[in-house]
């Protein structure tokens, strides 16, 4: 599986972006997804996770409420919906996909085994 993340930004805080992820190879219907972000000095983190099929997500508790993952399996690709952006919220974002079947999404990085190569998320105060 080939992933590209695209859609990143610099956005005022208080505002919205919209990632873009699409991934190429294997059947992508399949598998489930998730994103990540890592922040300047920090480690890289869990955001978002859906499932194969897209009936299950799950958040990282600071970004409930405000961040939506949704996919297009014939479309290929996965979105991350961020809204209310905090400066806190400012990190390369990462898309990545499991490598099994009919995943029910999956919270930590090693998980997964195929990463995009991130979109860049700028949130100013």
């Known amino acids: 599986v080939q992933l590209q993340a695209f859609g990143g930004g610099l956005v005022q805080a208080g505002g919205s972006l919209r990632l873009s992820c699409a991934a190429s190879?294997?059947?992508?219907?399949?598998?489930?997804m998730g994103w990540f972000r890592q922040a300047p000095g920090k480690e890289r983190e869990f955001v978002a996770t859906?499932?194969?099929?897209?009936?299950?997500?799950y958040y990282a508790d600071s970004m409930k409420g405000r961040f939506t993952i949704s996919r297009n399996n014939a479309k290929n690709s996965v979105y991350l919906q961020m809204d209310s952006l905090k400066p806190e919220d400012t990190a390369v974002y990462y898309c990545?996909?499991?490598?099994?079947?009919?995943?029910?999404?999956?919270?930590?990085?090693?998980?997964?085994?195929?990463w995009g190569q991130g979109t860049e998320v700028t949130v100013s105060s």
């Open positions: 859906i499932s194969w099929n897209g009936e299950r997500s």
């Open positions: 190879g294997r059947p992508f219907s399949s598998v489930a």
């Open positions: 990545a996909a499991d490598r099994g079947y009919y995943g029910l999404g999956y919270i930590h990085s090693y998980e997964y085994d195929y």
